[in-house]
């Protein structure tokens, strides 16, 4: 396994049989019937997950180690949360509002970003921000020719190619829409 990991690290080719993702949905609210109650899973292959495990390591030590990415993008550090940016938030607001002044926001919900990615969009700013070496390559491997199919009960969907969207497992697997997330 570890010629391979190393083979697919040097040439920057992901391989064409990791590129197969079965998608279950995974129930996350009240309401069995409504659809939207559901989150599509990416079930991937083990050594598929390994791999992006690889990646995401070295990927993150280099982008840790440029300071491209700002504190302030808490849920993507370790010993790090989105609590701790609310917290900063709430502390933040009632500090301005201890000295009398108004306080404005502008929230926008990026729960379903991951659907609607477009990979060429993203490939564009990941060279900007984070091409090293073979990366490129492997990341553009990565999401180039991808197939889903979905899985619900006692049926399947047939395999379908992907050009949108970033798979997204149960597991914190290399996802380059992470690394793009960190610098917005």
């Not at 190393?6 to 049989?17: D, F, P, Q, R």
């Not at 109650?37 to 070295?58: D, H, K």
């Not at 969207?165 to 597991?171: K, R, S, T, Y």
């Amino acid at each position: 396994m570890n010629y391979i990991y190393n083979w697919c690290l040097t040439s920057g080719i992901h391989l064409v049989y990791l590129k197969y993702t079965e998608m279950k949905p995974l129930f996350k609210n009240v309401h069995r019937n409504n659809m939207s109650n559901y989150r599509p899973i990416a079930i991937f292959i083990s050594f598929s997950m390994v791999l992006e495990e690889v990646v995401y390591e070295r990927l993150f030590h280099g982008i840790n180690n440029t300071n491209i990415i700002s504190e302030e993008h808490c849920g993507f550090w370790r010993n790090s949360s989105t609590g701790k940016a609310s917290h900063k938030l709430i502390n933040d607001i009632l500090q301005v509002i201890n000295n009398t002044l108004s306080v404005g926001g502008k929230f926008c919900d990026n729960q379903t970003a991951f659907y609607f990615i477009n990979h060429d969009n993203l490939l564009r700013k990941f060279q900007f921000y984070c091409s090293v070496g073979n990366a490129k390559a492997l990341t553009t491997s990565y999401l180039e020719a991808r197939y889903q199919h979905f899985l619900t009960y006692n049926t399947s969907s047939l395999w379908g190619r992907i050009n949108t969207a970033v798979p997204q497992g149960l597991i914190h697997n290399y996802n380059p829409y992470v690394f793009i997330k960190f610098v917005y």
